[in-house]
C-alpha cells in the first residue's frame, strides 16, 4: 500500500511476525500481542494485517475454512510457495523452478499469458507424524 504509515501499531505487529516461523490468523496475532501488553484492538490488527499483506510485506493463505493466516517470509520479493504442517503449523518456504515451468506450460496451452498462481502444501511434519 502505497504512503502505508508506519505506526506503533505496526511496529508492533511486525515485531511480533518477524519471532513467528509458522501462519496465524488474526485472532490469533491479536491474542499474541495482547499477551505481550500492546493493548492494539483488533480491528487495527486486521486492518494492518491487510493492509501490510496488500504491501507484499506478508503471505497469506487461506484455510479450508476460508480463514486467512498471515506470515511474514524469508524471501518476500521471490516467488515461493509454502510447505505447512497440519498439526503445528510449521511452514517451510520452497521454490519450484519445474512447477514454474508447468504453470507457464499450461497456460500457454490455453492460451493465457500473465498468469499468477498461489500454491500451498498442506501434510504431516516429521515431529507430528512420529507423535502420533
Do not use: W
Not at 504512503?3 to 515485531?15: P, V
Not at 495482547?34 to 486486521?46: D, E, Q
Amino acid at each position: 500500500m502505497v504512503g502505508q504509515r508506519n505506526t506503533r501499531q505496526k511496529a508492533a505487529i511486525g515485531e511480533l511476525l518477524d519471532d513467528l516461523d509458522e501462519f496465524r490468523s488474526a485472532q490469533q496475532i491479536h491474542a499474541l500481542l495482547a499477551g505481550r501488553g500492546a493493548g492494539i484492538g483488533l480491528a487495527t490488527v486486521y486492518r494492518t494485517l491487510g493492509a501490510m499483506a496488500g504491501a507484499g510485506e506478508l503471505d497469506t493463505l487461506r484455510t479450508a475454512a476460508g480463514e486467512s493466516l498471515f506470515r511474514r517470509c524469508a524471501r518476500p520479493a521471490s516467488h515461493h510457495h509454502h510447505l505447512v504442517c497440519r498439526g503445528c503449523g510449521r511452514t517451510v518456504e520452497v521454490q519450484g523452478p519445474n512447477l514454474e515451468s508447468q504453470v507457464r506450460a499450461i497456460a500457454g496451452e490455453h492460451g493465457f499469458v500473465g498468469v499468477e498462481h498461489t500454491l500451498e502444501f498442506f501434510g504431516t511434519c516429521a515431529t507430528c507424524a512420529a507423535a502420533g
